[in-house]
């Protein structure tokens, strides 16, 4: 993403449950007299059904009205010049379709909003910071103890690390992301990136204990639509030499420092290999699926937990969630190809890439939309028609085009011998096909995650830390998970060159009688 990373740098305390959802109208067994005196009045359970019905299709009509009002407005670029027509209509092969006619909609999960409990900021007050700083402290006891299990949903498969960090100086733990080497994003940030970690190796030696490298690392999804994308033999030797300064300063990291180093895959990532990794880097690095679990033994009582992911599978436009269950297409979700649509149109230069266009257009779908209408919203969304025109939207934002009708047919190679058309895409069913994984809920969350918001996913952690990536946006916050305890929530930002700044995340933890800290590292990209 290539807008700015700059934004209030104080600690948001979130913790208040969720207000109570507005409209519905008067209880359909009460009825107003001539002196405007409320009586109960007896009336038939087919009658409250029916009157419920009625009061239910009126707010689906209403946000109905919204979403379509939010997406009539969402404002697209100039009309290239261009003629995208000939050379994506024009592609062999076979093509890959799909049919999903049944699709059941989840069981909506328990949700723990009822159980969290208002963090008040005058209990907490050191744990406020300036909006000058960038950094909080990391508590070293919780507010309530309690049996720790690792996650088990469909978002996090879950590889975990114990960390020794008794007695011992070197405790620190970095993290940093969207590299996006072998792609255009990464054009001119070698320097930059060699000076930081240049410096980072000088303090690993006596202070870091872990670095992960948190998705995003490596370039996949920016081939144009007409062009075959490389298989991953011939990526790794490419990256070989785009990414030289960090190959080399991992080799530094682990040979001479002594440090522990994870490769955790992001969305753009998310075909490389563990053999990829070890090829690229060397057995010693240790390669991460999606979601990485670092219990921390530090000579205290407490054990302390971090959780790292890139932060993609929380993304409806980005999440490979629907990959055990051969519902994306072809096992990519639509995100990739939004991106490839992006590199179509040549406009890696102009600052408004692919996550821009999707945080672009849900916020302001969000935004437009009344809170007590946010029930009915992924009702709306599930029409196809609405659904056709969110996605076109999206793609024409993408390729910029006032109209994608004349694209309907534009082919998006896969393979040597296969493609996927467009008009495939805007049929896609995609929140259907995610409701049926996770329940309507979690979608509206889903969608709220992809405008960078993960407050509902991170309140359902257990850990004490989460550290999550993908939305190019350096953040840090505070929330209460659903247990009371507090939860610092930090993104590592990005390494791209359209970025204003570049950052990573340095966690420093807690020890027997000191509060540990975290802190965003950044530099501004000048």
């Not at 996770?438 to 407050?455: C, E, N, P, R, S």
Request: overall charge negative; charged content about 30%.
């Amino acid at each position: 993403m290539g807008n700015s990373c700059g934004k209030s740098a104080s600690v948001e305390f979130v913790g208040t449950p969720a207000s109570e959802r507005g409209g519905g109208g008067k209880d359909p067994r009460l009825t107003d007299d001539d002196n405007n005196n409320i009586q109960p009045v007896d009336v038939s359970q087919s009658q409250l059904r029916a009157t419920a019905e009625e009061s239910n299709n009126n707010t689906h009509q209403q946000c109905l009205e919204y979403v379509k009002a939010a997406l009539d407005k969402q404002k697209v670029g100039e009309s290239v010049v261009r003629n995208y027509s000939h050379s994506l209509l024009d592609i062999p092969g076979e093509e890959l379709t799909f049919n999903f006619d049944h699709v059941v909609i989840a069981e909506d999960r328990d949700e723990v909003d009822a159980m969290v409990l208002p963090l008040e900021v005058g209990d907490d007050e050191e744990d406020e910071i300036d909006i000058d700083t960038r950094s909080t402290t990391w508590v070293r006891k919780r507010s309530k103890e309690f049996e720790y299990t690792l996650p088990n949903d469909k978002y996090s498969k879950v590889t975990q690390e114990v960390l020794h960090l008794e007695n011992t100086k070197k405790r620190k733990i970095v993290a940093m992301s969207d590299l996006h080497l072998g792609g255009s994003w990464s054009e001119g940030m070698d320097w930059k990136l060699e000076k930081y970690l240049d410096n980072l190796i000088q303090i690993a030696k006596e202070e870091v204990a872990c670095f992960v490298m948190l998705g995003d690392i490596f370039e996949m999804w920016l081939e144009k639509f007409a062009e075959v994308p490389p298989d991953n033999a011939a990526r790794v030797q490419a990256w070989k030499e785009s990414g030289s300064v960090l190959i080399n300063a991992i080799d530094k990291l682990i040979s001479e420092c002594d440090v522990k180093v994870f490769y955790v895959r992001g969305n753009h990532d998310r075909e490389i290999t563990e053999q990829d990794v070890k090829t690229i880097f060397g057995e010693k690095v240790s390669f991460v699926p999606c979601t990485l679990i670092l219990r921390l033994k530090t000579g205290s009582e407490t054990e302390h937990r971090v959780r790292l992911a890139h932060g993609h599978e929380w993304d409806v436009f980005n999440s490979y969630m629907l990959q055990d269950s051969n519902k994306l297409i072809p096992n990519r979700p639509i995100g990739y190809y939004i991106a490839r649509a992006v590199s179509t149109a040549e406009r890696h230069d102009s600052g408004s890439e692919v996550e821009d266009l999707l945080i672009g257009l849900a916020g302001g779908l969000l935004s437009m939309i009344p809170k007590a209408l946010e029930d009915d919203l992924i009702d709306v969304l599930l029409r196809p028609e609405v659904h056709r025109k969110l996605i076109g939207r999206l793609f024409e934002g993408a390729f910029e085009v006032e109209d994608i009708d004349f694209l309907l047919q534009a082919k998006c190679r896969v393979s040597e011998n296969e493609y996927v058309r467009l008009q495939s895409l805007l049929e896609y069913p995609l929140f259907r096909l995610c409701g049926s994984e996770v329940g309507k809920q979690d979608v509206f969350h889903m969608i709220k995650a992809a405008t960078g918001d993960y407050k509902k996913f991170i309140r359902r952690s257990d850990e004490d830390v989460v550290v999550l990536a993908h939305t190019h946006r350096w953040d840090l916050r505070k929330y209460r998970n659903y247990k009371g305890n507090q939860v610092v929530y930090a993104n590592t930002g990005c390494w791209t060159c359209n970025a204003e700044e570049f950052s990573s995340v340095v966690l420093d933890p807690p020890t027997v009688d000191k509060d540990g800290l975290v802190t965003i590292d950044y530099g501004k990209n000048e």
